[in-house]
Nanobody, 121 residues
Framework: QVHLVESGGGSVQAGGSLSLSCAAS????????MGWYRQAPGKERELVAG???????HYENAVKGRFTITRGNDKNTVRLQMNNLKPDDTAVYYC???????????????WGQGTQVTVSS
């Protein structure tokens, strides 16, 4: 089992910055990627950014050049720096961790509790 605890988020005006942090605990040795998803009201949850254990990154097109995902000094912590925020970035942001299992055909996915990010125009 992996437990994810998020911090950060809040409210900011358009053009401002916020950062999110996520700390993983428990059986973290299975984790091969951590990332952030978001879900706006009435929309499906979408991947925002991901960071693999071999330091490959992935960003959703709408946030490229504005958001940066990094690993903390503790390899089980990831941070999402969000700059030049837009009202469309308003959503609940969820930390995510994918874990290998004994069966190579299956992974376990873990989620944080979510943190609200609100960007006003």
């Amino acid at each position: 089992q992996v437990h994810l605890v998020e911090s950060g988020g809040g409210s900011v005006q358009a053009g401002g910055s916020l950062s999110l942090s996520c700390a993983a605990s428990g059986d973290t040795s299975c984790i091969f990627v951590m990332g952030w998803y978001r879900q706006a009201p009435g929309k499906e949850r979408e991947l925002v950014a991901g960071l693999s254990t071999d330091d490959r990154t992935h960003y959703e097109n709408a946030v490229k050049g504005r958001f940066t995902i990094t690993r903390g000094n503790d390899k089980n912590t990831v941070r999402l720096q969000m700059n030049n925020l837009k009202p469309d970035d308003t959503a609940v942001y969820y930390c995510n961790a994918d874990c290998r299992t004994a069966d190579v055909n299956f992974i376990n996915t873990y989620w944080g509790q979510g943190t609200q990010v609100t960007v006003s125009s």
